[in-house]
């Protein structure tokens, strides 16, 4: 459904050049649709800032639904920009207590890049408790992903991330664990992608009152919701990834370890790359080996990565759970954005009346 280009963000224009339907606020105006307003606070490091955007624009405006979608990213103030990427934000973004002022039907929060040893030290972490202490009364439903996942379940519920032996990173397979409007109509077994080195585990969300809707054997939970099912919703998993996400993520890696800023070659992410791609990565680690070895320059060029044939094996999923999410939504909020529900519905069991 349409994305209304309420700003002149580039990404708009962007996922428009991809085949996604935007219209300009003039031709939402002239059409009789619902709409539905939904804040993106946007807490990624600027070289990942407008991925993000075009990521989440991807996955709302692929919604099945009759609603026109107003999309206003914000970003807190206190997280360090390079001067590039504040102009972008003050050009393009939206002031918080502005959105607090006309209401929103629904959020999403990003996921962000700690440097910290704990969430509380972080610069995000003030700015995003007072989003979120104002979302859990004024928003019908927020949705968190990744880190901003860990944060939202420390400051609710006092629980602790665990570190992980290893980076959990890569494709992992997936299954639906109970039935709920959120996973309607989702394949039993599907894909993920991960990419995190901290997990919050799926005892510690069952023990909090949480509803796991998804989760796999190796890669842990991937979809939960507050205990009223609908509130907030909590992802580890990256339902918003491109197909080559984690390749760039790869490419950074072997990079850092060209520069000695790790001392081991970077591994493969699980079940991403063919043995076909993978024998082509061979043959450039022993070129990037033989580089440092030597003290040389690396040739970002030969990089094989126009070579690789990486797949989405996880977006039709993705796409799925946020025009389901986005459809609850649609149903339930007022039309006025400054209220979360329509009348008769009960905040603390808003799925009650969703058959």
Excluded at 120 to 126: H, I, T
Excluded at 190 to 219: C, K, Y
Excluded at 317 to 339: A, C, P
């Amino acid at each position: 459904m349409p994305i209304v280009a309420n700003t002149a963000l580039p990404s708009f224009q962007r996922f428009q050049q991809e085949g996604g339907d935007v219209l300009t606020p003039a031709q939402a105006r002239s059409q009789k649709s619902r709409e539905l307003h939904i804040g993106l606070m946007n807490m990624m490091p600027d070289a990942a800032l407008e991925p993000t955007e075009r990521q989440f624009l991807r996955l709302v405006g692929a919604c099945n639904s009759s609603a026109q979608f107003f999309v206003y990213p914000f970003s807190p103030s206190e997280i360090p920009r390079e001067h590039w990427a504040q102009e972008h934000i003050s050009r393009h973004y939206f002031e918080f207590e502005g959105l607090k002022t006309a209401g929103l039907d629904a959020l999403i929060v990003s996921g962000a890049n700690p440097v910290f040893t704990t969430l509380p030290e972080e610069s995000f972490w003030a700015p995003l408790c007072a989003v979120l202490d104002w979302a859990s009364a004024q928003v019908t439903s927020t949705l968190c992903a990744c880190l901003a996942t860990h944060a939202a379940l420390l400051y609710f519920h006092g629980i602790e991330r665990q570190r992980l032996p290893a980076k959990r990173w890569g494709i992992f397979s997936h299954r639906v664990s109970q039935d709920h409007p959120l996973v309607r109509n989702i394949d039993s077994c599907f894909d993920v992608p991960h990419s995190r080195w901290n997990e919050i585990t799926l005892a510690q969300m069952t023990n909090a009152g949480l509803q796991v809707l998804i989760d796999s054997d190796d890669a842990g939970v991937h979809l939960a919701t507050s205990a009223d099912g609908f509130r907030f919703i909590f992802f580890q998993g990256h339902p918003e990834y491109d197909h080559n996400s984690l390749l760039k993520e790869y490419k950074r890696e072997v990079n850092r370890y060209h520069a000695g800023e790790t001392a081991n070659y970077p591994p493969y992410p699980d079940r991403y790359f063919s043995k076909r791609d993978q024998k082509l990565l061979d043959d450039y680690a022993e070129i990037v080996k033989s580089q440092r070895t030597r003290g040389a320059l690396l040739e970002a060029g030969n990089f094989p990565e126009n070579d690789l044939r990486v797949n989405n094996t996880w977006r039709d999923t993705g796409e799925m759970i946020f025009s389901n999410w986005l459809g609850t939504v649609y149903q339930i909020t007022d039309h006025d954005r400054r209220k979360p529900f329509i009348k008769g519905i009960n905040p603390n069991q808003p799925l009650a009346q969703i058959v």
